[in-house]
């Protein structure tokens, strides 16, 4: 036990944020897709792109050549590229378009949004590929965080990087916020801060390894496995947390008390057998989150009464539908009695349930 609080006092100064990021398909369907970066360059440069049928026109172009301060009269003949072919390489997106005299202007964007690595001589030749023909007004290089990787760190000459500007995810969020605010837009926005989201844990797990040496390293690994046992985490956690709920739940002789982790959370289930619905409490750092669960599909308008209350719609889950009192379904630790209460009238009514 004296090990286990010398390793939490060398960690008390990691602050370690609940993530914030919504559900969002996109999102889920990018993880499993392999070629990421030609992904991430399509779903940009379709944005860019005035041709495409996004009902934007050239907004978003527009928007983002004045973020990247890149001035111009006027837009006419613009074509976006993906992968086009320079030197013996690809440029991950390619803008380019001509002005009221004729001459063409172009716009180059090195994607690493996925932490690809730089070739040699990759940003002079692509710009040593294309001056001939096109005045570059900009060199764009698209790393996750400017802060961890940057043009300056390439071996590009002087006359390239005068000409580069490093743009990282969260400027293409404030790129994206500038834009109109359509359904797409907000999607692609929550997309970013998917990622933003995945990528904050990977360096908090950096800044955490560097506080700790080998040793620590594998005992905070065995409280990882202990936690990811589940059931028994979860009981000792549910105890713990809400002594006096614990304690009433076992009033109910014909009750059953799941522990379990899902989706890596501390969930409780209470259920009667048979059962047409149950409840999940959610375990969670502020308190406890209260669920109405179901495998019936939701209602058209997204809304069930149970027990004289009104529950609302929330998302679909782990293979069944989740539902919230809009009222009230949060209680913090120190509103034990008040979940007593809540609780007592939805378990009565749960026990009334008889098979069809």
């Keep these: 036990?004296?090990?286990?609080?010398?390793?939490?006092?060398?960690?008390?100064?990691?602050?370690?944020?609940?993530?914030?990021?919504?559900?969002?398909?996109?999102?889920?369907?990018?993880?499993d897709v392999h070629g990421k970066e030609v992904l991430h360059s399509k779903l940009l440069a379709g944005l860019l792109d005035p041709s495409v049928n996004h009902n934007l026109g050239s907004a978003p172009l527009e928007t983002f050549?004045?973020?990247?301060?890149?001035?111009?009269?006027?837009?006419?003949?613009?074509?976006?590229?993906?992968?086009?072919?320079?030197n013996g390489?690809?440029?991950?997106?390619?803008?380019?378009?001509?002005?009221?005299?004729?001459?063409?202007?172009?716009?180059?964007?090195?994607?690493?949004l996925n932490d690809a690595p730089d070739r040699e001589g990759?940003?002079?030749?692509?710009?040593?590929?294309?001056?001939?023909?096109y005045q570059i007004e900009k060199i764009v290089y698209m790393p996750f965080y400017k802060s961890?990787?940057?043009?300056?760190?390439?071996?590009?000459?002087?006359?390239?990087?005068?000409?580069?500007?490093?743009?990282?995810?969260?400027?293409?969020?404030?790129?994206?916020?500038?834009?109109?605010?359509?359904?797409?837009?907000?999607?692609?926005?929550?997309?970013?801060?998917?990622?933003?989201?995945?990528?904050?844990?990977?360096?908090?797990?950096?800044?955490?390894?560097?506080?700790?040496?080998?040793?620590?390293?594998?005992?905070?690994?065995k409280i990882r496995t202990i936690m990811n046992e589940g059931s028994q985490w979860c009981n000792a956690l549910f105890i713990k947390q809400c002594p006096d709920v614990y304690e009433y739940l076992q009033r109910f002789q014909k009750l059953q008390i799941k522990f379990q982790r899902l989706t890596g959370e501390n969930v409780?289930?209470?259920?009667?057998?048979?059962?047409?619905?149950?409840?999940?409490?959610?375990?969670?750092e502020s308190g406890i989150f209260v669920y109405l669960c179901t495998y019936d599909s939701p209602p058209p308008e997204g809304e069930i009464t149970f027990e004289n209350k009104q529950f609302t719609y929330e998302c679909p889950a782990n293979g069944w539908y989740y539902y919230y009192d809009s009222k009230k379904y949060e209680y913090s630790y120190s509103e034990q009695d008040d979940l007593k209460n809540y609780l007592d009238g939805l378990l009565n009514e749960l026990a009334k349930y008889k098979e069809e």
């Design 65 to 86: 050549l004045k973020q990247i301060e890149v001035s111009h009269e006027t837009l006419s003949n613009v074509s976006v590229e993906t992968e086009k072919t320079v």
């Design 148 to 221: 961890k990787k940057s043009f300056q760190y390439t071996d590009a000459c002087e006359e390239v990087k005068r000409l580069c500007i490093d743009f990282d995810a969260e400027d293409i969020v404030k790129w994206l916020e500038s834009s109109e605010n359509t359904p797409m837009i907000k999607q692609y926005i929550e997309f970013f801060e998917c990622l933003t989201g995945t990528n904050f844990k990977y360096m908090k797990a950096d800044e955490i390894m560097n506080q700790l040496n080998n040793e620590d390293i594998f005992k905070l690994e």
């Design 122 to 133: 990759q940003l002079n030749d692509y710009y040593n590929g294309t001056k001939d023909d």
């Design 89 to 112: 390489g690809r440029i991950d997106i390619f803008i380019s378009w001509k002005d009221d005299n004729k001459k063409h202007h172009a716009v180059i964007i090195e994607n690493k």
């Design 268 to 284: 409780v289930e209470l259920l009667f057998n048979p059962w047409k619905f149950w409840i999940e409490l959610y375990v969670r």
């Design 1 to 31: 036990m004296t090990d286990i609080k010398e390793l939490l006092n060398k960690l008390k100064d990691v602050e370690i944020q609940s993530d914030p990021t919504p559900f969002n398909m996109l999102h889920i369907a990018f993880q």
